[in-house]
T-cell receptor
Framework: ETGVTQSPTHLIKTRGQQVTLRCSSQ?????VSWYQQALGQGPQFIFQ???????GRGNFPPRFSGLQFPNYSSELNVNALELDDSALYLC???????????FGQGTRLTVV | AQSVTQLGSHVSVSEGALVLLRCNYS??????LFWYVQYPNQGLQLLLK??????LVKGINGFEAEFKKSETSFHLTKPSAHMSDAAEYFC????????????FGGGTRLMVKP
C-alpha cells in the first residue's frame, strides 16, 4: 500500500506565473484535501475534493483552484502567483470525507 | 467557527523530563481533536486523536492527551522525553460535519536537551 505522494518536492516560480502541484492519494482513498503552510505557521485549509467534486473551501481567493481525477489523484493550481504564496503545500487523503487524513511530504513553493 | 491556540511557540526540556504541550480550542459543536508531529522538511504524522470516546487518548511514541471539556483543552504529554521527540507539534480541531477541514494551531517547536 503506497502512501500519499506529492510532486514536485520543490519548485521556484516567478511572481505572476501559474503553477500546478500534484498529489496521488493513498490506495482506496476517495477524498483529498489541500493545505498551505507558510514558514513558521500551522497549515491552513485550502479546499477538499470528494469523488471529483469540491466538498469544502477555506478562505482562499479564486486563483487557487483544484481538480480531482477519476483515480482520485488531485491537482492544485495557483494563478497569478504572489510572493506571499511561498509556502509548503500539503496534500492529505482519506478513505472518506470524515475519516482520518494522511498527509504527504509536501511541495515547497518559492515565488521570487 | 472553531479555533486552536497553542501556548508556547517553543518548549525546551531535558532528555528524560516530562513533555507538556498545551492546546486550547474553541468550537460551537463537539469537536474532534488531533495532535500531529512534523519533522524537518516532512509532512504531518498523526500522533493521536479524540473522537468523543475516552477522554484520555493514547497515541504513538508514548504520547497521550486528555480532553477536558470544562477547560476546552487537549494538552499533549509524554512522561519522558527522548532526543528523537524534537520536532514541531500541531494541535488541530475538526467539527464532525466539516469533512476533513482541520483548523490548526500555530505549532510548538519542542527542543530536547541532552
Amino acid at each position: 500500500e503506497t502512501g500519499v505522494t506529492q510532486s514536485p518536492t520543490h519548485l521556484i516560480k516567478t511572481r505572476g506565473q501559474q503553477v500546478t502541484l500534484r498529489c496521488s492519494s493513498q490506495s482506496g482513498h476517495n477524498t483529498v484535501s489541500w493545505y498551505q503552510q507558510a514558514l513558521g505557521q500551522g497549515p491552513q485549509f485550502i479546499f477538499q475534493y470528494y469523488r471529483e467534486e469540491e466538498n469544502g473551501r477555506g478562505n482562499f481567493p479564486p486563483r487557487f483552484s483544484g481538480l480531482q481525477f477519476p483515480n482520485y489523484s488531485s491537482e492544485l493550481n495557483v494563478n497569478a502567483l504572489e510572493l506571499d504564496d511561498s509556502a509548503l503545500y500539503l496534500c492529505a487523503s482519506s478513505f472518506d470525507r470524515n475519516t482520518e487524513a494522511f498527509f504527504g511530504q509536501g511541495t515547497r513553493l518559492t515565488v521570487v | 467557527a472553531q479555533s486552536v491556540t497553542q501556548l508556547g511557540s517553543h518548549v525546551s526540556v531535558s532528555e528524560g523530563a516530562l513533555v507538556l504541550l498545551r492546546c486550547n480550542y474553541s468550537s460551537s459543536v463537539p469537536p474532534y481533536l488531533f495532535w500531529y508531529v512534523q519533522y524537518p522538511n516532512q509532512g504531518l504524522q498523526l500522533l493521536l486523536k479524540y473522537t468523543s470516546a475516552a477522554t484520555l487518548v493514547k497515541g504513538i511514541n508514548g504520547f497521550e492527551a486528555e480532553f477536558k471539556k470544562s477547560e476546552t483543552s487537549f494538552h499533549l504529554t509524554k512522561p519522558s522525553a527522548h532526543m528523537s521527540d524534537a520536532a514541531e507539534y500541531f494541535c488541530a480541531v475538526r467539527t464532525d460535519n466539516a469533512g476533513n477541514m482541520l483548523t490548526f494551531g500555530g505549532g510548538t517547536r519542542l527542543m530536547v536537551k541532552p
